[in-house]
């Protein structure tokens, strides 16, 4: 560690503390004693933003309050816990989170909650920054995160591209909440990658990720597959089912494909969306699951709503947080990184390879209609290829050349 900087990286001594809570004025009066103290203040409504603020700042303390609009308090300190784990977690009565570090300036931070807890009332930001001269970092409105290989706090997603970080800073937002998010983007993006992170991010992230490729499974038997069926309710029904959604309840169900979904089907799904109760075929009764929905398609369901094959009131029930998966092409200069992610994973089960540079300029130069599944089966061939030898060379990389 440089002599300027202190334990979290900052110039001069001073020290970074979010302070998450949805109650403004609480966050005000911490933010006038903390800065007063020499601390950095990064003010959070919320889990998601705080959570944001985290991976930008990365801070020596978070004071959170013990409800949080977004995301249940223990949930959140789990999370924070998992992530962050260099970070002292107190809560806004003073109690520590328990087998969390312990900040050099624990009793700064004590001192200034037992002060704002004396000041009480509604103080205004304007009166408290004329009053003390204060320099407040804002809430943030945009983030950028960087390091290693993969996007920060989310090892899923590979890659240091700017598309990429904000894919990741919208996983982290919509993640703690209970919206339907809707994933978008080309054949072999990574779509269900991007599923997953919002799966593990969110407070379902202990119950059941369940999957279901709407365009694998034959019309006639997608919808007993969603919602399940009774013994007899069609030909070869010889016993009750429970359906994919029934499965998931406390969970999230990953619907891909969801442009193949047949228009009928589509019909019960925005009512299932729309109140969360379903019916098996073949049975009159109906019963309640809580069930998160995440789908995905590489179709763009707006033009085949305008077209009439797929239902619009549908589509803007899905689309309610909307993310886009770029294609390969879009951020090429994360191929590096995708290369060493691939070669590791496939040195798990053999000797590990490298890669030869002239091999590294070829696939950063390829346009990839395939996409970050493509680059995985060109290195799983390459390394067949290459044998013996530990170098995967150009001669083992078998991709057109012209873009």
Same mark, same amino acid.
């Given at each position: 560690?440089?002599?300027?900087?202190?334990?979290?990286?900052?110039?001069?001594?001073?020290?970074?503390?979010?302070?998450?809570?949805?109650?403004?004025?609480?966050?005000?009066?911490?933010?006038?004693?903390?800065?007063?103290?020499?601390?950095?203040?990064?003010?959070?409504?919320?889990?998601?933003?705080?959570?944001?603020?985290?991976?930008?700042?990365?801070?020596?303390?978070?004071?959170?309050?013990?409800?949080?609009?977004?995301?249940?308090?223990?949930?959140?300190?789990?999370?924070?816990?998992?992530?962050?784990?260099?970070?002292?977690?107190?809560?806004?009565?003073?109690?520590?989170?328990?087998?969390?570090?312990?900040?050099?300036?624990?009793?700064?931070?004590?001192?200034?909650?037992?002060?704002?807890?004396?000041?009480?009332?509604?103080?205004?930001?304007?009166?408290?920054?004329?009053?003390?001269?204060?320099?407040?970092?804002?809430?943030?409105?945009?983030?950028?995160?960087?390091?290693?290989?993969?996007?920060?706090?989310?090892?899923?997603?590979?890659?240091?591209?700017?598309?990429?970080?904000?894919?990741?800073?919208?996983?982290?937002?919509?993640?703690?909440?209970? @919206?339907?998010? /809707?994933?978008?983007? +080309?054949? *072999?993006?990574?779509?269900? $990658?991007?599923?997953?992170? !919002?799966? =593990?991010?969110?407070?379902?992230?202990?119950?059941?990720?369940?999957?279901?490729?709407?365009?694998?499974?034959?019309?006639?038997?997608?919808?007993?597959?969603?919602?399940?069926?009774?013994?007899?309710?069609?030909?070869?029904?010889?016993?009750?089912?429970?359906?994919?959604?029934?499965?998931?309840?406390?969970?999230?169900?990953?619907?891909?494909?969801?442009?193949?979904?047949?228009?009928?089907?589509? @019909?019960?799904? /925005?009512?299932?969306? +729309?109140? *969360?109760?379903?019916?098996? $075929?073949?049975?009159?009764? !109906?019963? =309640?699951?809580?069930?998160?929905?995440?789908?995905?398609?590489?179709?763009?369901?707006?033009?085949?709503?305008?077209?009439?094959?797929?239902?619009?009131?549908?589509?803007?029930?899905?689309?309610?947080?909307?993310?886009?998966?770029?294609?390969?092409?879009?951020?090429?200069?994360?191929?590096?990184?995708?290369?060493?992610?691939?070669?590791?994973?496939?040195?798990?089960?053999?000797?590990?390879?490298?890669?030869?540079?002239?091999?590294?300029?070829?696939?950063?130069?390829?346009?990839?209609?395939?996409?970050?599944?493509?680059?995985?089966?060109?290195?799983?061939?390459?390394?067949?290829?290459?044998?013996?030898?530990?170098?995967?060379?150009?001669?083992?990389?078998?991709?057109?050349?012209?873009?």
């Amino acid at each position: 560690m440089n002599a300027g900087t202190n334990a979290s990286g900052a110039p001069g001594g001073v020290r970074t503390v979010v302070v998450a809570s949805a109650d403004s004025s609480l966050r005000a009066r911490l933010r006038v004693s903390l800065t007063g103290l020499r601390w950095q203040v990064r003010e959070a409504n919320g889990g998601a933003e705080a959570m944001a603020q985290m991976d930008m700042a990365r801070p020596e303390a978070l004071l959170m309050d013990t409800w949080l609009p977004d995301l249940e308090a223990g949930e959140f300190a789990g999370l924070v816990r998992s992530m962050f784990p260099a970070v002292d977690l107190l809560r806004v009565d003073g109690a520590a989170e328990p087998g969390g570090v312990r900040s050099p300036r624990r009793n700064e931070l004590l001192h200034a909650l037992r002060e704002a807890r004396d000041t009480g009332g509604v103080v205004e930001r304007v009166e408290l920054e004329e009053a003390h001269g204060l320099t407040v970092v804002p809430p943030i409105r945009e983030t950028r995160v960087s390091g290693g290989g993969a996007t920060a706090g989310l090892p899923e997603l590979v890659g240091e591209s700017m598309v990429m970080q904000d894919l990741g800073m919208m996983i982290r937002l919509v993640a703690p909440r209970t @919206a339907t998010v /809707l994933i978008e983007g +080309e054949t *072999g993006t990574g779509k269900e $990658v991007v599923a997953k992170a !919002v799966h =593990r991010m969110s407070a379902r992230a202990l119950k059941s990720f369940t999957v279901l490729n709407c365009a694998a499974i034959p019309e006639s038997l997608l919808e007993a597959e969603l919602f399940g069926h009774t013994r007899g309710a069609f030909t070869g029904a010889v016993q009750s089912r429970t359906g994919r959604i029934e499965a998931a309840h406390g969970g999230t169900l990953f619907l891909d494909e969801i442009g193949e979904m047949p228009l009928g089907l589509q @019909a019960k799904m /925005l009512r299932f969306l +729309e109140c *969360g109760e379903l019916q098996r $075929v073949g049975d009159n009764e !109906v019963m =309640r699951v809580d069930v998160r929905v995440i789908a995905a398609t590489h179709q763009m369901l707006e033009k085949r709503a305008d077209e009439g094959t797929f239902r619009l009131d549908l589509y803007h029930r899905l689309a309610v947080f909307p993310l886009t998966v770029p294609a390969l092409r879009e951020r090429a200069e994360d191929i590096p990184a995708l290369v060493e992610f691939f070669l590791d994973a496939m040195g798990k089960d053999a000797p590990r390879k490298r890669i030869s540079a002239r091999a590294i300029e070829m696939l950063v130069e390829y346009a990839w209609p395939g996409n970050v599944r493509e680059l995985m089966h060109v290195l799983e061939r390459g390394a067949i290829l290459a044998g013996d030898r530990q170098v995967i060379d150009e001669a083992d990389i078998r991709i057109r050349r012209r873009r």
